[in-house]
Nanobody
Framework: VQLVESGGGLVQPGGSLRLSCAASGFAFSSYAMRWYRQAPGKERELVAA????????NYADSVKGRFTISRDNAKNTVYLQMNSLKPEDTAVYYC????????WGQGTQVTVSS
């Protein structure tokens, strides 16, 4: 299993970013996918999740209405569209799949600052 995140960067408050996670080594379309984040000095937290076929999603209260998780099973990729970003969204964002155990990507840094 390999998960490779991309799309992070520095953005001003109120801006947008789109994260991508390219997956390989497993039957991507058969598994739910998740995005987590970890800010400095804090525990890793679940941000968003999507079912294997993309028919259901759920979000942390802190990002509802601002973030959207989606997936393209033909491309083995899951996305996180982040709008109206706030400084408190600053964190390393990780892609996750549970296949007998949890697998993680290397993470992508998102920094929201003016």
């Amino acid at each position: 299993v390999q998960l490779v995140e991309s799309g992070g960067g520095l953005v001003q408050p109120g801006g947008s970013l789109r994260l991508s996670c390219a997956a390989s080594g497993f039957a991507f379309s058969s598994y739910a996918m998740r995005w987590y984040r970890q800010a400095p000095g804090k525990e890793r937290e679940l941000v968003a999740a999507i079912t294997s076929v993309g028919d259901s999603t759920n979000y942390a209260d802190s990002v509802k209405g601002r973030f959207t998780i989606s997936r393209d099973n033909a491309k083995n990729t899951v996305y996180l569209q982040m709008n109206s970003l706030k400084p408190e969204d600053t964190a390393v964002y990780y892609c996750n799949v549970f296949k007998l155990r949890a697998y993680w990507g290397q993470g992508t840094q998102v920094t929201v600052s003016s």
